[in-house]
């Protein structure tokens, strides 16, 4: 990481820091929110700072080794993101942009529920009659 400038360092730390935060906190959903976007945000920066200092310093060993652990630590953050989003999904959260294409939801407001008992109906009663709820013989 020689090759690397701070402003690299902070920003991946800081996200790993985050990480933490969200690993430590088991119920919260926005501590994984803020790590997931933190880490896609570090996708974009990584991609900056390569293109901008790879041609600035020479070649050796430390070097092309140090590019290699930072290029295999950015083709393996689309897979992190991945998995913090799964992570984020089974705590709850839920992603709310439609782009037009069908999914299948878990919306369950549609069903009834069993637990639910509905007010008594006297039709299913027959010896009751009337507003007053008299007994009464029925006549045929």
């Excluded at 092309?64 to 959260?93: D, H, T, W």
């Amino acid at each position: 990481m020689s090759w690397l400038t701070i402003s690299y360092i902070v920003a991946n730390f800081s996200v790993l820091a985050v990480g933490v935060w969200a690993m430590a906190q088991r119920d919260s959903v926005d501590a994984v929110l803020t790590f997931l976007i933190g880490l896609s945000l570090t996708i974009v920066v990584d991609i900056v700072h390569f293109s901008a200092l790879y041609s600035l310093y020479p070649g050796g060993d430390l070097f092309r080794f140090s590019v290699g652990m930072a290029i295999l630590n950015l083709l393996l953050k689309p897979f992190s993101c991945f998995f913090v989003y799964q992570m984020y999904r089974e705590r709850g959260g839920e992603y709310n942009i439609n782009f037009g294409f069908p999914t299948v939801s878990r919306n369950r407001d549609a069903y009834q529920s069993i637990d639910q008992q509905d007010q008594p109906d006297n039709s299913a009663k027959p010896f009751i009659q009337g507003e007053d709820q008299k007994h009464a013989v029925r006549a045929y």
